[in-house]
């Protein structure tokens, strides 16, 4: 079983930024593919960006030009730095985790961007 623990997230007001870091019980190097969710309120979650083995990255085309997803595998840890961040950014953020069939998901951080 794989622990995946998410920290970071806060209130933040409009047009500014945020770095959420998502701590795994092994190395990252050996997760093939890690990814950012999020939930709104009354919404589905909804992916946000992939890192996969190669640091090969995909974004939602709302985080495009705004989030960027990294991992330092020395650490163990999963990145999302998020800019400009508006109120439909307001959610929990959830770290996942895939190796083969196996999947694993953080507890969640909540996100909530408000003046």
């Known amino acids: 079983q794989v622990q995946l623990v998410e920290s970071g997230g806060g209130l933040v007001q409009p047009g500014g930024s945020l770095r959420l870091s998502c701590t795994a019980s092994i190395s990252t190097f050996l997760i093939q593919t890690m990814a950012w969710y999020r939930q709104a309120p009354g919404k589905e979650r909804e992916l946000v960006a992939t890192?996969?083995?190669?640091?090969?990255?995909n974004y939602a085309d709302s985080a495009k030009g705004r989030f960027t997803i990294s991992k330092d595998n020395a650490k163990k840890t999963m990145f999302l730095q998020m800019d400009s961040l508006n109120a439909e950014d307001t959610a929990v953020y959830y770290c996942?985790?895939?190796?083969?069939?196996?999947?694993?998901w953080g507890q969640g951080t909540q996100v909530t961007v408000s003046s």
């Open positions: 890192i996969k083995t190669g640091h090969i990255t």
């Open positions: 996942y985790g895939r190796i083969g069939a196996d999947e694993w």
